[in-house]
């Protein structure tokens, strides 16, 4: 299995990425910041500063139905924000 899932491209990481030169990824939950930046470095050819991680828990969710309310829980995930070293991007839009 991979270490890392996918990229993470929202709004905001959008934002913080053209603003300070940082990428965010969805990561493995059991992978360290030695890792991360291995696979990081091997798959994009870049240079990585460091490295910050966060462990984000399913958040509950509830819709009402015509049968009554469902409940359900999204998935957890760990992200990984991605300082690059100056000079260095990536660029996720270029296969497109």
Do not use: W
Request: no cysteine; glycine share 6%; proline share 2%.
């Amino acid at each position: 299995m991979s270490i890392i899932i996918k990229p993470l491209i929202t709004e905001r990481m959008t934002e913080i990425s053209e603003k300070f030169n940082r990428v965010g990824f969805v990561v493995s939950k059991n992978a360290t910041k030695p890792e991360i930046r291995r696979e990081i470095e091997k798959m994009y050819n870049v240079k990585i500063e460091s490295i910050n991680t966060s462990v984000y828990g399913g958040k509950t969710r509830a819709r009402n139905t015509k049968s009554g309310v469902i409940y359900g829980k999204t998935n957890a995930f760990k992200k990984a924000i991605v300082t690059l070293k100056e000079g260095h991007t990536i660029d996720f839009y270029s296969n497109i």
